[in-house]
Protein backbone atom coordinates (compact mmCIF):
# COMPACT_ATOMS: atom_id res chain seq x y z
CA UNK A 1 0.00 0.00 0.00
CA UNK A 2 1.64 3.20 -1.09
CA UNK A 3 0.40 6.76 -1.63
CA UNK A 4 -0.59 5.99 -5.00
CA UNK A 5 -2.49 2.72 -4.19
CA UNK A 6 -6.03 4.16 -3.42
CA UNK A 7 -6.29 6.11 -6.77
CA UNK A 8 -5.37 3.12 -8.54
CA UNK A 9 -7.76 0.78 -6.61
CA UNK A 10 -10.48 3.51 -6.89
CA UNK A 11 -9.63 3.93 -10.85
CA UNK A 12 -9.71 -0.02 -11.76
CA UNK A 13 -12.69 -0.49 -9.19
CA UNK A 14 -14.87 2.18 -11.46
CA UNK A 15 -13.76 1.03 -14.36
CA UNK A 16 -14.53 -2.80 -13.46
CA UNK A 17 -18.31 -1.25 -12.31
CA UNK A 18 -19.06 0.47 -15.61
CA UNK A 19 -18.29 -3.24 -16.92
CA UNK A 20 -20.92 -4.46 -14.80
CA UNK A 21 -19.35 -6.78 -11.81
CA UNK A 22 -21.41 -8.27 -9.48
CA UNK A 23 -18.73 -9.35 -6.79
CA UNK A 24 -15.35 -8.81 -6.43
CA UNK A 25 -12.02 -10.86 -5.46
CA UNK A 26 -9.48 -8.65 -3.92
CA UNK A 27 -5.75 -10.61 -3.67
CA UNK A 28 -4.09 -8.93 -0.80
CA UNK A 29 -1.78 -12.23 -1.18
CA UNK A 30 2.25 -11.74 -0.03
CA UNK A 31 1.32 -8.12 0.43
CA UNK A 32 3.24 -7.31 3.33
CA UNK A 33 1.53 -3.74 4.18
CA UNK A 34 2.28 0.05 3.53
CA UNK A 35 0.56 2.94 4.15
CA UNK A 36 -2.41 2.43 6.85
CA UNK A 37 -4.47 5.42 4.89
CA UNK A 38 -4.28 3.59 1.64
CA UNK A 39 -6.25 0.35 2.85
CA UNK A 40 -8.23 2.55 5.21
CA UNK A 41 -9.85 4.48 2.06
CA UNK A 42 -9.90 1.85 0.39
CA UNK A 43 -12.15 -0.26 2.94
CA UNK A 44 -13.79 3.12 2.95
CA UNK A 45 -15.08 2.59 -0.61
CA UNK A 46 -17.05 -0.36 0.44
CA UNK A 47 -18.06 0.43 4.10
CA UNK A 48 -21.26 2.43 4.80
CA UNK A 49 -20.85 5.77 6.52
CA UNK A 50 -20.59 5.44 10.72
CA UNK A 51 -19.08 1.31 10.83
CA UNK A 52 -15.63 0.60 12.28
CA UNK A 53 -12.84 0.65 10.38
CA UNK A 54 -10.11 -0.32 12.79
CA UNK A 55 -9.45 0.58 16.63
CA UNK A 56 -5.89 1.28 18.33
CA UNK A 57 -5.11 0.13 21.86
CA UNK A 58 -2.39 2.01 23.22
CA UNK A 59 -1.40 2.97 26.96
CA UNK A 60 -4.49 5.82 26.92
CA UNK A 61 -6.94 3.05 26.08
CA UNK A 62 -8.94 1.82 22.68
CA UNK A 63 -10.17 3.99 19.86
CA UNK A 64 -12.07 3.33 16.83
CA UNK A 65 -11.84 5.03 13.65
CA UNK A 66 -15.39 4.99 11.48
CA UNK A 67 -15.81 5.86 8.00
CA UNK A 68 -17.04 9.75 7.62
CA UNK A 69 -17.09 9.15 3.97
CA UNK A 70 -20.55 8.66 1.52
CA UNK A 71 -19.87 5.89 -0.51
CA UNK A 72 -20.47 2.27 -0.14
CA UNK A 73 -21.06 -1.28 -2.33
CA UNK A 74 -23.59 -3.94 -2.01
CA UNK A 75 -22.19 -6.98 -3.99
CA UNK A 76 -20.08 -9.40 -2.74
CA UNK A 77 -16.42 -9.41 -1.74
CA UNK A 78 -13.88 -11.97 -1.19
CA UNK A 79 -10.19 -11.25 0.34
CA UNK A 80 -7.71 -13.76 -0.84
CA UNK A 81 -4.68 -13.65 2.36
CA UNK A 82 -2.17 -15.86 3.12
CA UNK A 83 0.67 -15.50 5.59
CA UNK A 84 2.11 -13.09 3.58
CA UNK A 85 -0.41 -10.66 4.32
CA UNK A 86 0.75 -8.22 6.88
CA UNK A 87 -0.65 -5.06 8.74
CA UNK A 88 -2.17 -2.71 6.63
CA UNK A 89 -3.11 -5.50 4.10
CA UNK A 90 -4.46 -6.83 7.43
CA UNK A 91 -6.29 -3.94 8.57
CA UNK A 92 -8.13 -3.79 5.09
CA UNK A 93 -8.84 -7.89 5.38
CA UNK A 94 -10.67 -7.58 8.92
CA UNK A 95 -12.61 -3.92 7.83
CA UNK A 96 -14.07 -5.49 4.78
CA UNK A 97 -14.74 -8.75 6.82
CA UNK A 98 -16.72 -7.31 10.42
CA UNK A 99 -17.46 -4.04 8.59
CA UNK A 100 -18.95 -5.44 5.00
CA UNK A 101 -19.65 -8.77 5.31
CA UNK A 102 -16.81 -9.53 2.95
CA UNK A 103 -15.26 -13.67 3.09
CA UNK A 104 -11.71 -13.93 4.21
CA UNK A 105 -10.49 -17.12 1.61
CA UNK A 106 -6.68 -18.22 1.76
CA UNK A 107 -4.61 -19.31 4.92
CA UNK A 108 -4.41 -17.47 8.13
CA UNK A 109 -2.72 -14.17 7.59
CA UNK A 110 1.09 -12.78 9.64
CA UNK A 111 -0.29 -11.39 12.37
CA UNK A 112 1.06 -7.94 12.09
CA UNK A 113 -0.73 -5.66 14.11
CA UNK A 114 1.42 -2.92 15.71
CA UNK A 115 1.67 0.36 15.74
CA UNK A 116 5.52 1.46 15.84
CA UNK A 117 7.32 4.74 16.29
CA UNK A 118 11.00 5.09 15.61
CA UNK A 119 13.57 7.29 17.99
CA UNK A 120 16.87 8.84 16.90
CA UNK A 121 19.42 7.38 19.50
CA UNK A 122 22.41 9.89 20.60
CA UNK A 123 24.88 7.37 19.37
CA UNK A 124 23.82 7.95 16.45
CA UNK A 125 21.38 4.58 15.92
CA UNK A 126 17.56 4.68 16.28
CA UNK A 127 15.14 2.48 18.14
CA UNK A 128 11.37 1.17 17.36
CA UNK A 129 9.52 1.24 19.48
CA UNK A 130 5.77 -0.23 19.85
CA UNK A 131 3.29 2.11 20.94
CA UNK A 132 -0.46 0.24 20.14
CA UNK A 133 -2.01 -2.28 18.82
CA UNK A 134 -4.84 -2.72 15.81
CA UNK A 135 -7.39 -4.03 16.41
CA UNK A 136 -10.29 -5.43 14.18
CA UNK A 137 -13.47 -3.42 13.91
CA UNK A 138 -15.01 -5.69 16.47
CA UNK A 139 -11.87 -5.01 18.91
CA UNK A 140 -10.18 -8.09 17.88
CA UNK A 141 -6.32 -8.29 18.39
CA UNK A 142 -4.27 -8.76 14.88
CA UNK A 143 -1.00 -9.48 16.44
CA UNK A 144 0.83 -12.64 17.00
CA UNK A 145 -2.69 -14.19 15.54
CA UNK A 146 -3.53 -13.01 12.10
CA UNK A 147 -7.14 -13.23 10.55
CA UNK A 148 -8.08 -16.91 9.90
CA UNK A 149 -10.12 -17.01 7.14
CA UNK A 150 -13.71 -18.36 6.62
CA UNK A 151 -12.54 -20.83 3.81
CA UNK A 152 -9.65 -22.53 3.96
CA UNK A 153 -7.32 -22.91 0.71
CA UNK A 154 -4.57 -24.22 0.71
CA UNK A 155 -1.83 -24.12 -2.53
CA UNK A 156 1.14 -22.68 -3.91
CA UNK A 157 0.96 -19.14 -5.29
CA UNK A 158 3.97 -17.51 -7.09
CA UNK A 159 3.38 -14.05 -8.84
CA UNK A 160 2.04 -14.48 -13.15
CA UNK A 161 0.71 -17.78 -12.00
CA UNK A 162 -2.22 -19.10 -14.66
CA UNK A 163 -5.51 -18.34 -12.78
CA UNK A 164 -6.51 -21.33 -13.96
CA UNK A 165 -3.90 -23.05 -11.91
CA UNK A 166 -4.46 -21.25 -8.82
CA UNK A 167 -6.30 -22.91 -6.51
CA UNK A 168 -6.67 -20.36 -3.96
CA UNK A 169 -7.87 -17.84 -6.50
CA UNK A 170 -10.14 -20.38 -7.64
CA UNK A 171 -11.77 -20.76 -4.41
CA UNK A 172 -12.17 -17.04 -3.93
CA UNK A 173 -13.79 -17.06 -7.59
CA UNK A 174 -16.50 -19.76 -6.21
CA UNK A 175 -17.23 -18.01 -2.86
CA UNK A 176 -18.30 -14.59 -4.64
CA UNK A 177 -20.50 -16.71 -7.16
Request: hydrophobic share 30%.
Amino acid sequence: FSDTTYEQFKNALEELENDGISSLVIDVRNNGGGYLNSAVSIAELFIEKGKNVYGLEGKNGTSFYEDKTKTSREYKVAVLMNSGSASASEILAAALKESYGATLVGTTSYGKGTVQETAKLETGGMVKVTTAYWLTPNGNKINGKGLTPDVEANGSYYENMPYEEDIQLQSAINTVK
